[in-house]
Nanobody, 120 residues
C-alpha cells in the first residue's frame, strides 16, 4: 500500500491550495482518512478527518477555511485550504486506515508529506 500526497507549495497569505492524497496497492477497504500537519519545532497535529460515510471533523484552527473530501471510487482524499495564514505553514501528511486484501485487520498508513508555505 502506498499513499501519494501532493499539492503543496508557496502561497501568499489569503491564498488557497488544494492537497491530494491517493492510495494505491492491495487495498480491500479504506476507513477513516485524515490530514495532519507538522510545523517546524512543533508536534504533528490532526487538521481534519473524514469517515467512509463522508462525515468530517476539523481542528478549531482551520474550521471555516479548510474542507476535507474524498472520492471512494478513486481511493483519493482532498483538502481544500482557503484564506491561508502564515501559521498554516507546515508539512502536511495524509493518514489512512486500510484493510489489505487477504487481511482482516486495520493498518494505518502515512503519506510522505507535502510542504505548504504561506508568506505574509
Amino acid at each position: 500500500v502506498q499513499l501519494q500526497a501532493s499539492g503543496g507549495g508557496l502561497v501568499q497569505s489569503g491564498g488557497s491550495l488544494r492537497l491530494f492524497c491517493a492510495a494505491s496497492g492491495s487495498i480491500s477497504v479504506i476507513n477513516n482518512m485524515g490530514w495532519f500537519r507538522q510545523a517546524p519545532g512543533k508536534q504533528r497535529e490532526l487538521v481534519a478527518s473524514i469517515t467512509s460515510g463522508g462525515s468530517a471533523n476539523y481542528a478549531d484552527s482551520v474550521k471555516g477555511r479548510y474542507t476535507i473530501s474524498r472520492d471512494n471510487a478513486k481511493n483519493t482524499m482532498y483538502l481544500q485550504m482557503n484564506s491561508l495564514k502564515p501559521e498554516d505553514t507546515a508539512v502536511y501528511y495524509c493518514n489512512v486506515g486500510i484493510i489489505r486484501f487477504g487481511s482482516t485487520t486495520w493498518g494505518r498508513y502515512w503519506g510522505q508529506g507535502t510542504e505548504v508555505t504561506v508568506s505574509s
